[in-house]
């Protein structure tokens, strides 16, 4: 039986080159939702593999990053990492954050 607690919501939002000014909404927009409500998760699914970008929504307070490369199961894996509380990033990137933190 699932309760309401087991639901998983997600919230699927597109960054495509057309809307490339949206990029700084959508990171004002995970800044004001993790503030707002800090048990919200937030999982970015990007195509953009930059540094900056990268970096910039995890300082923002996302919990993951992954590349829109993802399959379709790392997507869904992602998802329920994140949900339980864990850091996730696409391979290519674990290491670029996890350089940046430590510097």
Do not use: Q
């Not at 993790?34 to 919990?63: M, R, T």
């Not at 998802?79 to 850091?87: C, D, K, L, T, Y």
């Not at 990033?89 to 430590?102: D, K």
């Amino acid at each position: 039986m699932t309760t309401e607690d087991d639901k998983v919501r997600v919230m699927v939002v597109d960054d495509h080159p057309v809307w490339r000014d949206g990029v700084r909404t959508d990171l004002e927009a995970i800044r004001r939702i993790v503030e707002e409500s800090p048990h919200i998760k937030v999982l970015v699914l990007s195509a953009s593999a930059e540094e900056a970008d990268v970096v910039e929504a995890v300082k923002v307070g996302a919990s993951g990053y992954l590349l829109k490369s993802a399959t379709a199961a790392e997507l869904v894996d992602a998802v329920v990492r994140v949900r339980a509380g864990e850091p996730v990033f696409s391979p290519s990137l674990a290491a670029l954050v996890l350089g940046e933190f430590r510097a």
